[in-house]
């Protein structure tokens, strides 16, 4: 399915972001992203695979909500740091080394054939990252999720000149950790997605949403 990035940030804040801005904060964003995100990766453990994929599409709508809410260019990010091979070992496919501190490189990356919906840059990670070397096990993603998450609370609370450079780097290293994940279950992100959100909120089926959601 051809959907961009922006395309989908953009469902989202026609169907939420309205009352995203009326009712929720960073942290309550990301304490339903964490929830919804815990909800995938229990029924992942029992095999419940059509469940799993459906808490998961929501987990990402929340995760949108937070790159809407600070207008953070995911498709740039990707293009910057992802478009050729893995930032941080500079090798296709990627051949890290599991322990020890990363510190991402310039990658030397092409300058074309940049993919311009989602789908693509499934294919692209699918080659960084090849599913057999990326047998998620439900800690590993909630890893990435808390270093996402401490990085925007270290912007928050930091004294004086802030930049926002940080948080972009852990939102688009996060959505590669959400692409993998796709990858691993075999499914078309934006296909999902799309799915499940075709008639609004996917609890009201209103846009925008009705809800005024809390748990």
Not at 24 to 35: A, G, R
Not at 115 to 124: E, Y
Not at 130 to 150: A, S, T, V, Y
Request: hydrophobic fraction near 35%; proline fraction near 3%.
């Amino acid at each position: 399915m051809d959907f961009s990035i922006q395309k989908l940030l953009d469902v989202v804040d026609r169907i939420y972001g309205l009352q995203d801005d009326r009712l929720y904060d960073l942290e309550e964003l990301f304490y339903y992203h964490q929830k919804w995100l815990l909800r995938y990766t229990d029924d992942k453990k029992h095999d419940r695979i059509s469940k799993s994929v459906e808490k998961l599409m929501v987990s990402l709508a929340w995760y949108f909500a937070i790159i809407n809410r600070f207008k953070i260019d995911l498709q740039a990010m990707l293009e910057k740091r992802y478009s050729y091979k893995c930032p941080y070992c500079l090798e296709i496919p990627c051949d890290c080394q599991k322990e020890g501190k990363r510190t991402a490189k310039k990658t030397g990356r092409p300058v074309s054939g940049k993919p311009k919906d989602l789908a693509g840059w499934q294919k692209v990670i699918g080659k960084i990252y090849p599913k057999e070397l990326i047998e998620f096990k439900n800690l590993e993603i909630l890893r990435g999720q808390d270093i996402f998450h401490q990085t925007f609370r270290k912007f928050r609370q930091a004294l004086g000149k802030r930049s926002l450079h940080e948080i972009e780097i852990a939102s688009t290293d996060y959505s590669v950790e959400i692409l993998k994940i796709a990858n691993n279950l075999e499914i078309d992100l934006a296909e999902e997605f799309v799915k499940l959100f075709r008639r609004g909120c996917f609890v009201c089926h209103k846009t925008p949403c009705e809800c005024f959601y809390t748990e």
